[in-house]
Structure formats: C-alpha cells, structure tokens
C-alpha cells in the first residue's frame, strides 16, 4: 500500500470510530491525541526534509529555514497542548460529595465577596452587587472594592446593604486594590477565612459558595477556580452574525483547556469568580503585584509554598464578554504582556526555587502560544505576499507533498480537537480569532520580553453606549492592505515578466493555498 493509500485508510478508521469514542474517557482521549501529535510531526518532519533547501549563508536559505523554525516552534506548543488535552477531569462529582463535610463543620467559615471595581457604570454595578448579596450561604459580607472614589457607588452600596471601601490610589491597580481590602478586612472582628472574587461586571448564581467551598475538605487547596460564561455575544459572534451557531471564543478554554491543565495538577487562577483560602494567600504575602495578570501569578506563588490551585467546570456566574473588538484586543493584549511579564520574572518557567514541573510545562505552552502561533499566523499572510513580489519561496513543496503530509495532518488535528471539544474547534473560525488579534499580540510579546516593567493595568471597558455602529478603520487598513497586495501580487506575478510566473505550477499553488 502506498504511503497516501496508508494516510487515507488510517483517515478514515478515525473517521468511522471516533464518533463511538467518548471523549471523556482518558484512554481515548490520550490515544486520538496522540494520534494528531505523530501526523504533526510526521509533517514537520517533511517540512524539513523536503520542503526548503539545505542551510546557508545566503537570503534564498536563510528566509524559508526562518519560515519552518517558526512553524515547528508552534508545532511544539501545539504538541504540549495536545498532550495537556489527552487528560481532562471533572470535580462536580468531588463538589457533591463533600457538601457532607461542608454541612458537618461545627461552623460555616466567613466568606467574604470582593467586588473589585474602577470605571464601571451603575447598571453593570448594580447587577452584580444584588447577584453577590443573593449567594446562599451563611456568614458572607459583600464588599465593592472602589478604586475609583465614586460618591455614587458608596451611596449604592449602602442602600443595597454592601460594604463599600475605597484607598487613595490605584497602585498596582486589581492586585493592589484587593490587598488593600484584606489588610482592612483583618482589623474586623471576626475576619474572613475564604474571599470568593468577582470582577464589576460578573454575577454569581445563588449557589456559588455552595458548590465551590466543599472542594476545600482537602486542606492543601488553596483556590479553586470557575469558567467564565457570559451574558453577551463576544465581537466575533456580533460582526460575523454566528452567535446561535459558534460559541464564544473562550469556551475551549474554559470547558475544555481548564479541565484538562486540572487534570495534571496545573490549574490557574483566572482572576473573576474564584475563591482563595486566605491563610494560603497570607502565606504568599497577598495577590502578587509583578504582572498585569496577576491573577495567574497568585497561582504559581500558591504552588511555590505548597498550596494547590483546582477547577471546578460548572456554570456558577455570568459576566460581560468584550462588547467591541477595540475592547477585545485590550484584553488579549494584556493577557499577553502579563504572560511575558511572569516568563521574564523570576519566577519564570527556567526559575531556580520550587516551581511544579506542571506549571513549567505550562508556561512553556503558554509561551510559544503568544510568541510563537500568532508570529506564524502572521507570517502565513506574509510569505504569499514576498513570492509574488520578489520571488522568494518559502516552502518548495510538491502538490503532491502537500497532499501526503500536510492534508492528512491538518484532517487529523481539526478531526481530533473537534471530537475532544465537541465541535468547538473549527476550521477557518479558530484562525480568524488569531488573525484578528495578531499585532497586538506581537506588539505585547515584544514590549514583555524586552520591557517588562512599567506598564500600567489595562482594564478592559465595559458597558457604555453599545447602540450605534463603530467602524475599525484602522483594522480595516491593515487587513485591506494584506489583501490588496495580496491580489496584486498575484497580478503581478503572473502576467509581469517576473521570476514567480517563470517558477513551476507546484510552487504557484502553495503560495495561492
């Protein structure tokens, strides 16, 4: 049987037992996932051997090995994320059958639910501080974090029955605003065991502390974590018109990443809708301050000093997505900058100190993640760009080739993610949500690498007038300039007396795919 009749017939196997595979089953889900990791590097292995010409000093060599490197080295974190998937778990099961416990203390500990707030209106306030005095659990105080002396919302919160404390700066913005509340917060009489935290715009469901505090029977946890669900469209869903059949972007994270890093003890903390054991948080010294996501970072100081970070995957608040993609941009930005601040900090993953092998590797993916996929996607645009116009080629690849190695590679990841998300990993789709945030990615990975320091909080706006139409010139700049020189290369390449129309077909057709 020839190679492509074996890619074909294994293509096909998958295709006809997948759909009798249950995806939460760790077996299958290592064996399928191993599966996309083996036609990865099938390919990547290709790609080196076939499709760029051996190594030299000259910009005809240099230019397509810079291309592959790129792409192998989002290869590796695509690997590292196919492993982290091979395994997921599920705590509600471990959540049920500790309310026992939960019940049979001989008191409920104090919870106290941090608001933090800054620039937020009333109505998105409003609704959440009635959410968080709705939560049915014993001894809880709700208490808006104000970091922007506002009047008004200490009025609200007084008549709503909330606590209300402001500081006289914003230093180190969320982190430095719940540390400030804490150290308030001790002086009470009777101070809190656990804070369960919300960002202004999430609203917990009545039984949140129910279903999260019986996961701390054990009592090396320190924070268990829930996903983040929204109220809104996010601004793909909005402009692409897909919200009924395409759900937000960051469910793959949430339902399926999350789970998965759980499963291998590497957990993080995604800052809304948690709740920390605040002895474990005393014991790192408060909610770290050396990152913008300091969220995540929390998570990596619980881990140096021994506390565990879990995940409990179930619905128990609802928030506001980014309403604009201006807004959605800030946010991935941030993210990014944050993840760039934590590597070049010395707590990074090549840290000397304790540090969980979980958690290396993790920021190891996260890594390449930002800096390595999102260069590449751009590089994808690029690329067909420089072959029309200067002639240079960086993947010499045969139809053929492509059809033997990158074909059954790309079926088999998109085959492979697909029965593991449930369908939430989709062709094109997933790309565009890259595509879409790639040079302020770019620009954050570069500004947290080289300057990591310096750099104020973000906060992503919410709210506001939402009722009119807002045109991104800017991005339609530059992704109308990639698809004008895009087309005009083609032009140009082809009917010019230029080097790419004298070139053979093969090479024509990679660089048009």
Same mark, same amino acid.
């Given at each position: ?26 077996? %299958? ?13 099938? &390919? ?37 994320? /196919?492993?982290? =998937? ?21 008191? *409920? ?24 005095? +709705?939560?049915? !659990? ?83 946890? $320190? =924070? ?5 669900? /929204? ?65 995540? =970072? ?16 179930? @619905? ?31 707590? $990074? ?9 979980? &958690? ?10 930002? %800096?390595?996929?999102?260069? !590449? ?28 190695? /990158?074909?059954? &590679? ?12 449930? $369908? *939430? ?22 500004? +947290?690498?080289?300057?990591?320091? +310096? ?18 010139? @800017?991005?339609?700049?530059?992704? $109308? ?13 082809? !009917? ?12 024509? =057709?990679?660089?048009?795919?």
């Amino acid at each position: 049987m020839s190679d492509l009749g074996l890619t074909f017939v294994i293509i096909g196997a998958a295709a006809l037992f997948l759909p009798h595979l249950d995806p939460q089953d760790n077996r %299958a889900r290592m064996a399928v996932l191993g599966i996309c990791i083996l036609f990865t590097w099938r &390919y990547i292995a290709w790609r080196f051997a076939a499709t760029i010409p051996p190594l030299a000093l000259s910009l005809d060599s240099l230019y397509p090995w810079a291309f592959a490197t790129v792409e192998a080295a989002a290869a590796i974190g695509s690997t590292i994320s /196919f492993a982290t =998937l091979g395994r997921t778990l599920d705590r509600s099961r471990e959540a049920t059958a500790n309310r026992a416990w939960l019940n049979g203390l001989p008191c *409920l500990p104090r919870v106290d639910v941090l608001i933090a707030t800054y620039n937020e209106e009333e109505s998105i306030l409003t609704r959440t501080i009635v959410g968080a005095l +709705g939560i049915d !659990f014993p001894l809880v105080r709700v208490w808006v974090l104000d970091d922007g002396r506002r009047p008004w919302l200490e009025q609200l919160c007084r008549s709503k029955g909330a606590g209300y404390l402001r500081r006289p700066d914003n230093r180190h913005a969320k982190a430095g605003n719940i540390n400030h509340a804490l150290d308030q917060l001790r002086r009470e009489p009777d101070p809190p065991e656990f804070i369960a935290i919300f960002d202004a715009d999430f609203v917990p469901q009545p039984n949140f502390l129910r279903r999260t505090m019986p996961l701390f029977h054990d009592e090396t946890v $320190g =924070l268990v974590g829930t996903p983040q669900h /929204f109220f809104n469209n996010d601004p793909i869903q909005s402009n692409l018109l897909i919200g009924h059949v395409w759900p937000d972007e960051q469910r793959f994270f949430f339902d399926h990443v999350l789970p998965s890093k759980d499963a291998w003890g590497a957990a993080f903390c995604c800052g809304t809708s948690s709740v920390i054991r605040v002895r474990a948080l005393e014991d790192i010294g408060g909610f770290a301050t050396g990152s913008v996501t300091e969220d995540f =970072l929390v998570t990596l100081e619980l881990d140096r000093k021994g506390w565990q970070t879990i995940y409990l995957n179930e @619905r128990l608040s609802v928030g506001l997505a980014p309403e604009g993609i201006r807004e959605y941009l800030t946010q991935r930005g941030r993210w990014c900058l944050g993840l760039m601040q934590i590597i070049r900090s010395p707590i $990074g993953p090549l840290s000397r100190g304790h540090l969980s092998p979980s &958690y290396r590797i993790g920021l190891i993916d996260a890594f390449l993640y930002w %800096a390595a996929s999102f260069p !590449f996607k751009l590089l994808c645009l690029t690329v067909p760009i420089l072959y029309w116009f200067l002639g240079l080629n960086a993947v010499s690849a045969s139809l053929d080739g492509v059809v033997l190695y /990158f074909l059954p &590679y790309y079926i088999a990841v998109m085959a492979g993610l697909g029965w593991a998300t449930g $369908g *939430l990993v989709r062709p094109i789709l997933t790309d565009v949500t890259h595509v879409l945030s790639m040079f302020e990615v770019l620009k954050a990975t570069l500004i +947290g690498l080289f300057k990591p320091r +310096g750099h104020p909080f973000k906060v992503t706006p919410k709210g506001g007038q939402r009722d009119r139409l807002i045109i991104g010139w @800017r991005m339609i700049g530059r992704f $109308g300039l990639f698809a004008g020189l895009t087309l005009a290369g083609m032009l140009y390449g082809n !009917f010019a007396d230029f080097a790419p129309s004298h070139t053979r077909f093969d090479a024509k =057709l990679v660089n048009l795919g």
